[in-house]
């Protein structure tokens, strides 16, 4: 199929722009990380199959967003297009590093639930969570900031000379929200009677 056919079914698709995910989507992902990394490392059966469960049930959610079925549609039927997160997975090597990672942090969860005394295991298993939230949170494919395009735009902005109180920035748009309001007289409630 060509690229006038994938324009006139998905025009609300710019296969060069990614879909990150909100911060409402990224803590979804990573909280049940956290429940199942501290099972996990404590070790504690209901807390890990709860935290795997509630895992499933976030990648589900995330997954199921109709924007996401919709481009992961638009790119099964259009693989020729040029997808952001075709070149994201390929500058950054995602089908190694991720695999890598989640490896990483189960052989510190099993390592802590095996060789980490009873007494020390709370603590440990709260440091093995916080880790598994860390490296979630910050991982390529849920973060945005390891998508070269954002990083492209951000030194082209900077470059142009743009400061940091550009248009976008919401102190900006707070200063000039409040330009706009009238301001009350003094006297207040008892001038207007």
Known sequence: MSSSQFESLYP??????????????RAALTTPVVVLAFGAALPHLVTTVVG????????????GNTRRRVRATARARFPEEDWAEDE?????RLGIFLPAVWLALLIVALATAFFVPDSAAPVAATVVAV???????????INPL???????E????????????????????DTEVLEKVPAKPAGGAAESK
Do not use: C, F, Y
């Open 154 to 173: 951000d030194s082209a902005e900077d470059e142009d000379g743009a400061d940091d109180e550009g248009e976008n920035s919401l102190w900006r748009a």
């Open 12 to 25: 609300e698709i710019d296969p060069t722009e990614p879909l990150p995910l909100s911060l409402a989507e």
């Open 131 to 141: 880790l598994a939230g860390a490296a979630t949170w910050l991982m390529p494919g």
């Open 52 to 63: 795997a469960v509630l895992v499933v049930a976030a990648l589900a959610w995330v997954g």
């Open 88 to 92: 994201v997975t390929s500058a950054l």
């Open 146 to 152: 390891w998508h070269p395009h954002d990083a492209d």
